[in-house]
């Protein structure tokens, strides 16, 4: 098992940016494919971009795309979600997930089935 903690979040203008940070237990770190997911308020959640264990490939969805970035660094246990051009409605509590995947295309395709997640972190971008 794996324990995410996500935290980084806050209060930001629209078009500012904002990094969030997971940090995860366990020496097992490397072999899990990393995500972020959000749900914002009367919304259903949505899966935004993921990582594949060694970093070496991502996935994004379309909302993501060209805004938000995501890394890990494996040496940290800590996977990041760099998010630029925020818009409002990019706000949302956002949850760091994990489950092994053996490509970050194959966990962003298959994200209702990720079996740990964090507790979320609030982003909250005023206009």
């Known amino acids: 098992q794996v324990q995410l903690v996500e935290s980084g979040g806050g209060l930001v203008q629209a078009g500012g940016p904002l990094r969030l940070s997971c940090a995860g237990s366990?020496?097992?770190?490397?072999?899990?494919?990393m995500g972020w997911s959000r749900q914002a308020p009367g919304k259903e959640r949505e899966f935004v971009a993921a990582?594949?264990?060694?970093?070496?490939?991502?996935y994004y969805a379309d909302s993501a795309k060209g805004r938000f970035t995501i890394s890990r660094d494996n040496a940290k246990n800590t996977v990041y979600l760099q998010m630029n051009s925020l818009k409002p409605e990019d706000t949302a509590v956002y949850y760091c997930?994990?489950?092994?995947?053996?490509?970050?295309?194959?966990?962003?395709?298959?994200?209702?089935?990720?079996?740990?997640w964090g507790k979320g972190t609030l982003v909250t971008v005023s206009s």
């Open positions: 366990g020496r097992t770190f490397r072999r899990y494919a």
């Open positions: 997930a994990a489950d092994y995947f053996t490509s970050a295309q194959a966990m962003g395709a298959n994200h209702d089935g990720i079996n740990y």
């Open positions: 990582i594949s264990g060694s970093g070496g490939g991502t």
